[in-house]
T-cell receptor, first 112, second 114 residues
């Protein structure tokens, strides 16, 4: 069965530090992969997506993610975190019928 | 409209009552999705519409849950005989169609069953 795991429930980083959020998926075919962010009191926003081609994809707000087929991973990175990045981050994979399955989320806290 | 609109934004209902949640997708978006997000948890897929047909209803938790969509516009999620475990934020999203271009989410309806 298709699934998405995010091993880290909660991460705390200092402002200005680098960030990596982990995501692993289980899906038989070539996946379509996404990262979404949910800021407090707000809806979910698409950060970036991978369909094919270059395995390093750039998104909004300075985020990037790298698809590694051999590791079934799609980790999200940012070189320098800002306080406004504190939010819940969800990795997702598209399965059949254009249905997207979301991971459980990683909560990011940023220390000033 | 400019975004996905959901109403009501908040709903408090008594256990056993029926509720209707509404979603207005972005104009022209053929695909529409309903998800449930319980407090502190991830998104749980409920149902997906392509146009007004629902190819995948596998996520509906019980027969108390149903959804319909009129054409490629408004969708209504109905929960009959609500239970306390139905308390959650119900999120609607729409997209341009097949091979997902990324969803646009609404702000959700926060349902509280007391």
């Amino acid at each position: 069965a298709q699934s998405v795991t995010q091993p880290d429930i909660h991460i705390t980083v200092s402002e200005g530090a680098s960030l990596e959020l982990r995501c692993n998926y289980s899906y038989g075919a070539t996946p379509y992969l996404f990262w979404y962010v949910q800021s407090p009191g707000q809806g979910l926003q698409l950060l970036l997506k991978y369909f094919s081609g270059d395995t390093l994809v750039q998104g909004i707000k300075g985020f990037e993610a790298e698809f590694k087929r051999s590791q079934s991973s799609f980790n999200l990175r940012k070189p320098s975190v800002h306080w406004s990045d504190a939010a819940e981050y969800f990795c997702a994979v598209e399965t059949s019928y254009d249905k997207v399955i979301f991971g459980p989320g990683t909560s990011l806290s940023v220390i000033p | 409209g400019a975004g996905v609109s959901q109403s009501p934004s908040n709903k408090v209902t008594e256990k056993g009552k029926d509720v209707e949640l509404r979603c207005d997708p972005i104009s022209g978006h053929t695909a529409l999705y309903w998800y449930r997000q319980r407090l502190g948890q991830g998104l749980e897929f409920l149902i997906y519409f392509q146009g007004n047909s629902a190819p995948d209803k596998s996520g509906l938790p019980s027969d108390r849950f149903s959804a319909e969509r009129t054409g490629e516009s408004v969708s209504t999620l109905t929960i009959q005989r609500t239970q306390q475990e139905d308390s959650a934020v119900y999120l609607c999203a729409s997209s341009e169609g097949s091979h997902n271009y990324g969803y646009t989410f609404g702000s959700g309806t926060r349902l509280t069953v007391v």
